[in-house]
């Protein structure tokens, strides 16, 4: 609440020639009293102050009496002046009280508190509207000054609260206008319920601040135009206003909030979507990232001619156009709707519509939500600076080129790669800050020129979900990094944007191409390897689970090829080769399993079917828990090393 001014004094302020003369004199006769004491008296000085303290206060209690008669002069001297001192003080407290009573009556005191006022509003009429203002003003901390016609209002009621300050006098009144500090004042606000005094209020304080701004209140509706070519900067008409909250009450069941992502261009087909169905595009607002609250805007379009009006007022301004364009790369597109209609039947009909149109992203989300599905969905900027969105893909190694002259040729630049193998709790990260297509072609060269490198690389893209990664992308703008996002989802690359690492393994484990299959043969069998090649897999490696220690030995092969699998088998036949691994078998029951990688899913899934008609497979991509019960519980081999 508002408080006063805590350097002013709450009784007038008393000159100081006033209360100069009584303190001369009280110091004079203390000092003329003391001296005496001590030479006339013949007192020490402790005595003498006391003697001159309780005669000068007219008390004399008899503990010391005059003698001489120059003794019993001196302290006549001392009373009379003692007793004209009291006289004159006595007559300045009844001064001052006087003072105080006739400055509170008179409103004196709060005219100095009001002279002091800076930044305020004035508030000119305090009546049924006028109080309500003032209630939410004070609210929310803003100093105010109201200007009542009314002075039995001010002086029996406002006056009575310390807090409040306020004037009796008519508005109209350049003098008391100036009085309110208009001034100094942030704003004026009119309440008062005649319009004729609102409109010579609005001339008055806009002749004494030009500047100022001016909040006005129209009884009737016919006058808000004369309010504004008064000099109003808003006219609030509860006529009008009052309407529109009750239309909105009584819509309340047929409206609702959508939120969608699109360009400027989409904006007619948006339009027409909502108003051939009967329905209302009420208002618009802007999800800005740097905002807790979005950025409203009424619109009330219910007729194509209206769309029409204002894409025609685009076309003609492009100033307005760029602005507004801004406005949507800012926001990424993603912004919300309120939409009424004839039933709730129609809304579902347009949502649907502007879903399969691909605007839509959800229906009466929270402020919370819509952030969530923007970071999604959208490329919500953080950074305005440098625009980025981070891409999660899936392709092979020989797709390189492709992803990134669609990066190149926007503009953009792509900053690093991560990669997702399975036993690490954090993706494998890599800087590339590749953003010259003289570059890309100078990699893929030396790539090709180099077949370690290349196996290495294949190696690491399947092993990563069989080609999932994700790269952080820069743009010149959200426009381009939303031009990249769509080309890489068509070319049939692009699995989402800005997923979190959880999303991410999801994706993986739906769209990954690599799972481990637990086999049961016996030793030196390679029927299973047979299968998995002759469909197209790669085995990545093969692990043996030893009982009782609860140990895992891997081996790592990568076997692509039937090449491969014959330099395997030469390998087997040797000697101490064949005896480790016949034993290793023997150990883990005759059951091990292999990490195998193919170029889709639907190759994975025949692989897998192969198998188990083999009678080989016993599972795939199972717990680490559940492979140790199967181990544990299979019987176990006859042990017989060579």
């Known amino acids: 609440m508002q408080s006063p001014n805590p350097s002013l004094p709450i009784v007038p302020s008393i000159p100081f020639s006033v209360i100069k003369y009584p303190i001369i004199a009280v110091a004079g006769l203390l000092t003329y009293g003391i001296i005496g004491s001590l030479l006339i008296m013949h007192l020490d000085i402790i005595n003498a102050t006391y003697f001159t303290i309780i005669t000068t206060a007219t008390v004399g209690y008899g503990d010391i009496s005059p003698q001489t008669p120059l ?229 009330g379009i219910t007729e194509i001619e209206q769309l029409n009006r204002f894409l025609g007022s685009l076309e003609k301004d492009p100033h307005r156009k760029k602005s507004l364009e801004r406005i949507y790369e800012s926001v990424s597109g993603i912004h919300s709707h309120w939409i009424s209609g004839p039933d709730k039947e129609t809304l579902e009909k347009v949502a649907d519509e502007l879903k399969k149109e691909g605007f839509l992203l959800g229906v009466d989300l929270s402020e919370d939500e819509i952030k969530e599905v923007a970071h999604k969905y959208g490329r919500l900027v953080e950074v305005v600076i440098k625009p980025e969105i981070r891409i999660t893909e899936i392709h092979d190694v020989r797709d390189i080129q492709a992803e990134a002259e669609i990066i190149l040729k926007n503009g953009c630049v792509l900053e690093d790669i991560e990669y997702y193998l399975q036993g690490f709790h954090e993706p494998l990260k890599r800087k590339i800050h590749l953003q010259d297509i003289s570059e890309m072609e100078r990699f893929l060269k030396r790539l090709s020129e180099d077949s370690a490198r290349m196996d290495a690389l294949e190696r690491l893209y399947t092993l990563s979900g069989g080609g999932i990664h994700s790269h952080r992308i820069t743009g010149p703008d959200t ?82 090829d039937y090449d491969d699998l014959k330099r395997c088998e030469e390998e087997y036949k040797k000697p101490d080769a064949r005896r480790s691994l016949d034993t290793l078998s023997q150990i883990s029951r005759n059951i091990h399993s292999h990490t195998v990688s193919a170029g889709d899913v639907k190759t994975i899934k025949k692989i897998i079917k192969a198998l188990d008609e083999s009678g080989q497979l016993l599972g795939v991509d199972l717990p680490e828990k559940e492979i140790w019960t199967i181990v544990e519980n299979a019987e176990p081999a006859r042990f017989c090393v060579e």
Not at 107 to 123: C, D, E, P, Q, T
Not at 525 to 538: A, C, Q, V
């Open 71 to 299: 003794q019993k002069f001196f302290v006549v001297t001392l009373v009379l002046g003692g007793a004209s001192l009291i006289a004159y003080a006595f007559t300045l407290i009844i001064m001052v009280v006087s003072m105080t009573v006739e400055d509170i009556t008179s409103g004196a005191r709060h005219r100095r508190m009001i002279r002091s006022v800076k930044n305020h509003f004035v508030l000119c009429g305090y009546g049924r509207v006028g109080s309500a203002v003032h209630k939410e003003l004070l609210k929310r901390n803003y100093k105010v000054i109201i200007v009542e016609k009314d002075p039995a209002i001010v002086e029996k009621e406002l006056w009575d609260d310390s807090n409040i300050l306020a004037i009796p006098g008519d508005a109209t009144d350049e003098n008391v206008m100036r009085e309110a500090g208009i001034e100094r004042a942030r704003g004026v606000i009119i309440t008062t319920g005649d319009d004729v005094d609102n409109l010579f209020i609005t001339l008055t304080a806009r002749e004494i601040h030009p500047d100022i701004w001016i909040v006005t209140r129209a009884s009737k509706k016919v006058n808000i135009k004369r309010l504004y070519r008064s000099g109003a900067n808003q006219v609030i008409s509860p006529e009008s206003s009052g309407a529109e909250d009750i239309y909105f009450a009584a819509i309340q069941p047929t409206i609702m909030k959508i939120t969608e992502m699109h360009d400027v261009a989409d904006i007619r087909r948006e339009s027409e979507i909502i108003l051939k169905h009967g329905c209302t595009l009420e208002n618009i607002e802007y999800h800005l990232p740097e905002f807790k609250e979005p950025l409203a805007r009424k619109i």
């Open 479 to 560: 426009k381009s990094l939303a031009q990249v996002e769509k080309e890489l989802k068509k070319k049939g690359f692009l699995l989402g944007v800005n997923l979190s690492e959880e999303e991410i393994f999801e994706k993986i484990k739906e769209y990954g191409r690599v799972s481990e299959m637990l086999l049961h043969h016996a030793p030196g069998s390679i029927d299973d390897k047979t299968i998995i090649l002759k469909h197209g897999g790669i085995i990545l490696d093969s692990k043996h689970y030893l009982p009782g220690l609860e140990q895992v030995v891997t081996r790592k092969l990568y076997l692509k």
